[in-house]
């Protein structure tokens, strides 16, 4: 067997084991540029609207998706507040009540949905007949959390069936927790950070402590 | 040349290929490990003195280094916060001032710096006999960045020679932000998310707007 053709054959399968590294290795590298550019758009003093814009156009592009929708708590309704591609008319005007639809259910629940076809056909899912992602094939819904609450969702969409790879998945938890750690940061003015101690925050946080201040 | 040791000849380079693939996927795999791990620990509700002890510890991890040392602004003193192996009793008691020593310089330039020997003769780097690290070979030191405020300094430390890579410098840049918006995120009570409106907080935000609430 040790011939030239037996040697063309396992060539062909190192090429192709080649490949998919390749492959894989291109799309990890691209998760880390998308966790890097989140995290510097949260530790930059940018408008809050602004950065969340950029994350949902960071997260459509990263996952080829056909759209990505951002909805935050507003008292006991989920208001839309950003969505790639931008579509001001929606801003703002759509709300679902909490455990309202698919993204209604994962606030609820707290507990991340993920629908590769016929997503419509879901029965949490609530045709609203205002977005015309309530009729495309592939959902994934995550809980937006801070603090260990969920304060919003976030929905990516693909209008062909999607099969989500435990990747994506994975990386869509952490976006919503850095949407909801980004959500509190915000809340800090810039000049205020100037007058407290870091130092003193961490050492003396315990159990009690840490959340009082 | 198309004879069964040509081939051979090929096979060795894709078997060497593919190892320096798989190589660079399992760090990389690494990497986006350590960034969830760190949202992780964000956006739950844990003490800060836990979570930052988990980063430093996930850091030295992931950097094979001897040590990583944490240190956080109390107004113009940078204090030690946190070290990974732990040392119970530096922590709290080491300080410098803004712009003594490596560590001070990071944080009063807002830059990171890398030496991969020698580090001990750097002109700006002053023996305090406090700590072994300050008689290692390579350190990392990086400023750790809240709302474009530095507010603490991380360093990386291998007693050996360690050439960084620019994987490894970008990574801690990135851990840097992450405990920055940490330590905003902590100051926030958990029970004081429920009382506000996450949705009016991005909708109303403007470069003036965003930074007052």
Redesign the interface.
Known sequence: M???RA??L??NV??V??KE??R??ER??E??RL??SI??L????????DT?QAIVDLVQEYMHADSCLL?????D???L??CSPPRPGA??RVRLRLGEGLTGWVARQKRLVAISREAYRDPRAKLFHELPEDTYEAIVSVPV?????V??VINVHHREQHAHTGEEL?LL??VG??I???????????SA??E????????S???EA????
């Open positions: 040790c011939t030239a040697h063309a396992w060539d190192d090429v084991k080649s590294l390749e894989r290795l990890a590298q998760q880390i966790f890097q995290s510097r949260m530790s930059r003093d940018e408008t809050l609207q969340v909805y935050l708590l507003d008292r309704e989920l208001v507040c950003a801003v703002g959390v801070a603090r260990g609450r304060v919003g994975e938890t952490t927790e850095q909801g750690s980004l959500l509190i940061v915000a809340r800090m003015a810039p950070l100037d407290v101690s870091h130092a003193a925050l961490v050492l946080s315990d159990s840490s959340t009082a201040r």
